[in-house]
């Protein structure tokens, strides 16, 4: 067992409709590329996250402050790589799913995506993912490796765990990658498409995956990968804000503390993940059954 009980959960709904927004450390960077570093983040997330420079009230008017409201299930201890690793994650987020909680995973590198979503594929039948990213992800290997942070959503299409996936932000993608997007028929909205009004529309349960280098560096400079030219951060929110359909999980990842003095990214994720909760609880899932 990787979770400690979870508090003050909702009783007598299911898990997979009405959840308590739960956060999930997950602190691994062992499938990274260039630089380590992203398995330090959750701690600092939470740190911004509970800083008292700031309130726990989201945009929308959610007090994340309220008894229950926003549930912590600690860190995954996540001590080797590969499939070991890989497995913990899938088990923590599939307990957490059970026990009554919708998960806000905190990584660690991109690589976790796949694991969680093959857990939370278990309880939606239909799903789509909207995933925020620089890089589409979408490598069939990476130096080698099927399971680097360069591949997720490779994995993810190839195992049929989603029905439909949208990216918003991409602008650095290679021959390889729009090959691989042609052929799983992936919704991309590069920042070109961004700039001249495409917007995701999703009709399933949706899980988010935010790799915070979809901002732009002048935003978010605590990253292992940066490219400018990206998401503003009232464009990022705006499309959450946006959302008409479930949010049943998300993760927010590849935030690297050592390339943060500042600590201005880490208030950006702290950020994410208040609004990212706020919305999973003005979400109902009527269609769930």
């Known amino acids: 067992m990787y979770l400690p009980p979870l508090p003050n959960l909702f009783s007598g709904m299911s898990s997979a409709v009405r959840g308590t927004p739960t956060l999930l ?19 600092l997330i939470r740190q911004a996250l509970h800083s008292p ?31 070991d690793a890989r497995t913990k994650i899938e088990e923590a987020v599939r307990t957490l799913l059970e026990s009554g909680g919708r998960p806000i995973a ?45 591949c997720p959503f490779a994995r993810i299409m190839e195992e049929r765990l989603a029905d439909r996936l949208a990216q918003v932000g991409i602008r650095t993608s290679t021959a390889v990658q729009r090959a691989e997007a042609k052929r799983y028929g992936v919704e991309v909205i590069d920042m070109r498409a961004w700039v001249a009004g495409r917007r995701p529309e999703l009709r ?19 990253v292992s990968h940066r490219e400018p030219g990206g998401l503003t951060v009232r464009e990022g929110l705006a499309v959450l804000h946006a959302l008409t359909v479930p949010l049943v999980g998300a993760d927010i990842v590849e935030f690297n503390p050592a390339q943060d003095p500042s600590g201005m990214t880490a208030t950006l994720c702290a950020k994410l993940v208040k609004e990212v909760a706020g919305k999973m609880m003005s979400s109902v899932d009527s269609s769930a059954g």
């Open 53 to 83: 420079a700031g309130n726990p009230w989201t945009e929308t008017g959610v007090d994340l402050g309220a008894d229950g409201a926003l549930g912590d299930a600690g860190d995954v201890p996540l001590g080797t790589a590969g499939a």
């Open 25 to 43: 450390g997950l602190p691994y960077d062992a499938s990274s590329s260039f630089l380590k570093g992203t398995a330090a983040a959750p701690p």
């Open 204 to 222: 399933a349960p949706v899980y988010v995956s935010i790799d915070i280098d979809a901002f732009d560096p002048a935003f978010a400079p605590g």
């Open 106 to 150: 905190l990584g660690g590198d991109h690589s976790v995506t796949y694991p969680i979503v093959r857990a939370v594929r278990w309880f939606h039948p239909q799903l789509s993912i909207l995933h925020f990213d620089a890089h589409p992800d979408l490598y069939p290997e990476f130096e080698g490796d099927r399971y680097s942070h360069a």
